[in-house]
T-cell receptor
Framework: GQQLNQSPQSMFIQEGEDVSMNCTSS?????WLWYKQEPGEGPVLLIA?????ELTSNGRLTAQFGITRKDSFLNISASIPSDVGIYFC???????????FGQGTRLTINP | AAGVIQSPRHLIKEKRETATLKCYPI?????VYWYQQGPGQDPQFLIS???????DKGSIPDRFSAQQFSDYHSELNMSSLELGDSALYFC????????????????FGEGSWLTVV
């Protein structure tokens, strides 16, 4: 089945640093979504991408839909303590009725 | 704005018992998805419903069943519970129209914690 490889699995950074994480797929996706999940809570949508090459920002977050349709990245600039959490990429192929999730990137920030 | 509502938030059951989780989608959303997230794992797709019909099926055990009702709420029934069923179960919903095309996306509830002892 479809699989997403998300990296890195974990990041330990200093407050104020920029963060970059990415996802690659073995097959073409038509939609890429980035979610953030905090302990015991449901994933919260951060950014949605629907077009190859699309670059979208949401505050300090920027995500891009790769030209090949098989990858996406998420950047967080000037990280702050509340950015701590697990970030998941998720994708769907054309006409799909489900999302496939990456393994998550656990972000830890040292003040 | 209204979100996806799940109940109960926490549930403790013994092995071999049965559990039912409920999901109330965002108003006017007609598609419901169920995901299972084990400790330290990413969410795994179980099953989805569109307009009260099953639309896709993932790694849902035969011991589990689900349905979507006329008011679009959904229930996930789990029987003969095993210790490995302990997980966070998410419901998500999306609005009418071709799913995951621009403007249509999936919103998650806060999850139901199931602990099997």
């Amino acid at each position: 089945g479809q699989q997403l490889n998300q990296s890195p699995q974990s990041m330990f950074i200093q407050e104020g640093e920029d963060v970059s994480m990415n996802c690659t797929s073995s097959s073409i996706f038509n939609t890429w979504l980035w979610y953030k999940q905090e302990p015991g809570e449901g994933p919260v949508l951060l950014i949605a991408l629907y077009k190859a090459g699309e670059l979208t920002s949401n505050g300090r977050l920027t995500a891009q839909f790769g030209i090949t349709r098989k990858d996406s990245f998420l950047n967080i600039s000037a990280s702050i303590p509340s950015d701590v959490g697990i970030y998941f990429c998720a994708g769907a192929s054309q006409g799909a009725q489900k999302l496939v999730f990456g393994q998550g990137t656990r972000l830890t920030i040292n003040p | 704005a209204a979100g996806v509502i799940q109940s109960p938030r926490h549930l403790i059951k013994e092995k071999r018992e049965t559990a039912t989780l409920k999901c109330y989608p965002i108003p006017r959303h007609d598609t419901v998805y169920w995901y299972q997230q084990g400790p330290g794992q990413d969410p795994q797709f179980l099953i989805s419903f569109y307009e009260k019909m099953q639309s896709d099926k993932g790694s849902i055990p035969d011991r589990f069943s689900a349905q979507q009702f006329s008011d679009y709420h959904s229930e996930l029934n789990m029987s003969s519970l095993e210790l490995g069923d302990s997980a966070l179960y998410f419901c998500a919903s999306s609005p009418p129209g071709t799913v995951l095309i621009s403007g249509n996306t999936i919103y998650f509830g806060e999850g139901s914690w199931l602990t099997v002892v």
